[in-house]
């Protein structure tokens, strides 16, 4: 059909439906026109040294032509990779979040609702894609950039636990107790294997470093595992008086200063553990939001609320813009069916 006889259909429709179709392309080139400058960002920071193969690292691979991609109402041309060591071919996206989406005209806005925090079933209505392909999008992404982190820490270093209810939030016959409703509560009283304890640490830079450890209290070798690369005799350690941190300290060699939970002692010169208490309680209250987060997922809202604290004090299209791009630049090869039959192992 003819652009006039296009033209000429339109003029048939009545004013509502002209609008609705205005609206229509208004946003589908918007979403072309916020997107492409992201993939092209991707494309240069991940190429910034030389074409890498996604698939073997090796750096001799070349440009190998085009591909075809729907966006919005257009089909763009985007640049495809061969591996002359390995032989296989590669784009700018592939193992990322973005890899085999068919709607990637639609991630920044889906960005922008996880920023805002606004539920997945209205981040669907707001976006037009079903709930569900959203919680995918959504752990693929975390999954990316959950392996964003850094070297070492720096100076004073404060370091604590907090403690999640264990959760199979979205699991179908739970063995060994009812379902819990919104969260639930624990059967014991204090710590017990019901809990899963989350380590966090942070240096007076704001470098943090938060993990699941597993259930139960919180033991040294399970605490050397998961951090000890990053603290050297140059730190500083503030910790809680708990016996785990102590044993800990003494065998790494640190200078420790341990504040008791009575609250008489909070504070001595420069040493206390506020920072990282205020950073539980502001964690605590996000992950309320969600009415329980099952346990197998943790790390993924550990890594979102990180991020969420970097770019707390700016909320605009760079930021939104900026986790994606993060998120492209790790290799991730999770896959729907890997995150809906993932399970959880203390």
Request: net charge positive.
């Amino acid at each position: 059909m003819a652009l006039r006889e296009i033209i000429k259909e339109i003029e048939k429709l009545s004013t509502a439906d002209q609008y609705r179709l205005k609206d229509f392309f208004v946003k589908s080139l918007n979403s072309y026109s916020a997107n492409e400058p992201v993939f092209k960002e991707v494309s240069e920071k991940k190429h910034k040294d030389g074409y890498t193969c996604t698939h073997c690292h090796s750096n001799n691979a070349v440009r190998f032509g085009k591909y075809s991609v729907k966006v919005g109402l257009k089909t763009m041309e985007r640049q495809r990779y061969r591996c002359k060591d390995c032989g296989k071919t590669f784009t700018d996206v592939t193992n990322t979040p973005l890899y085999r989406t068919h709607l990637p005209h639609k991630w920044l806005d889906f960005v922008q609702c996880m920023i805002e925090g606004y539920s997945l079933r209205k981040a669907s209505e707001m976006i037009e894609v079903h709930f569900v392909t959203l919680f995918y999008w959504r752990h693929k992404l975390l999954s990316a950039l959950k392996q964003m982190d850094f070297e070492e820490f720096s100076g004073i270093v404060e370091m604590d636990e907090t403690y999640f209810l264990y959760s199979e939030k979205g699991k179908r016959n739970i063995d060994g107790r009812k379902p819990r409703k919104r969260g639930g509560s624990s059967k014991y009283r204090g710590i017990s294997k019901e809990q899963v304890c989350v380590l966090i640490a942070r240096d007076r830079q704001k470098s943090t470093f938060s993990k699941v450890l597993g259930q139960g209290r919180i033991v040294k070798a399970r605490l050397d595992k998961a951090i000890g690369s990053k603290l050297t005799v140059s730190n500083i350690l503030c910790t809680d008086a708990w016996r785990a941190f102590k044993t800990y300290a003494t065998e790494k060699g640190l200078e420790h200063y341990r504040f008791k939970s009575d609250g008489k002692d909070r504070v001595r010169g420069l040493y206390h553990i506020q920072n990282v208490n205020n950073y539980h309680s502001r964690l605590k209250g996000w992950v309320a939001r969600f009415n329980g987060v099952a346990t197998k997922y943790l790390d993924h809202y550990l890594s979102w609320f990180q991020f969420l604290e970097i770019i707390k004090h700016r909320n605009d299209d760079t930021t939104v813009s900026k986790m994606i791009v993060d998120s492209c630049l790790f290799s991730t090869k999770t896959t729907y069916e890997e995150l809906r039959t993932f399970s959880y192992s203390n």
